[in-house]
């Protein structure tokens, strides 16, 4: 069960999307999907968007809930001058903040490295503290959310 409320509704299944995941204090919006509930999008989202536009009368409010222990994915994109031991400092980092990452992908080309962790946040300003440790990390140019 996400932290997220649908304004009007009670008990309606949500899923967070994929192309944005959200995570709170985002500003998100609901859509109702055939078959699978509302699916969460933050209301900038490129894919959400597009989907409202063909189909506006899908378009739900949501906001979020005041659940303290739900958590939510988040893609973290970073890039860094490639060198030994550079996984595992940003991932000391992560763990240090008690961020748990459910997957990397990771690719280097001409000393330059491009990561993307995917990581579980309870909300926003935990990411950008995380973000912002990132780029202390010696090597890394910068660190975003994706």
């Not at 609901?30 to 189909?55: K, M, Y």
Request: glycine residues 6%.
């Amino acid at each position: 069960k996400s932290g997220v409320l649908v304004v009007g509704v009670d008990s309606l299944m949500t899923q967070m999307s994929r192309c944005c995941k959200p995570a709170p204090p985002d500003d998100i919006v609901g859509f109702v999907t055939r078959g699978r509930g509302v699916s969460i999008h933050r209301r900038n989202c490129h894919t959400f968007q597009q989907l409202a536009t063909r189909d506006p009368e899908r378009v739900i409010q949501t906001e979020w809930g005041k659940r303290s222990d739900a958590v939510y994915p988040v893609d973290i994109q970073v890039e860094a001058i490639d060198r030994q031991g550079l996984l595992r400092d940003i991932s000391e980092v992560l763990s240090r903040e008690k961020i748990n990452v459910t997957g990397v992908k990771t690719l280097s080309s001409k000393g330059v490295a491009r990561m993307q962790f995917t990581a579980e946040v309870a909300e926003a300003t935990q990411l950008q503290r995380a973000i912002s440790l990132i780029e202390e990390v010696q090597g890394v140019l910068h660190a975003k959310r994706k």
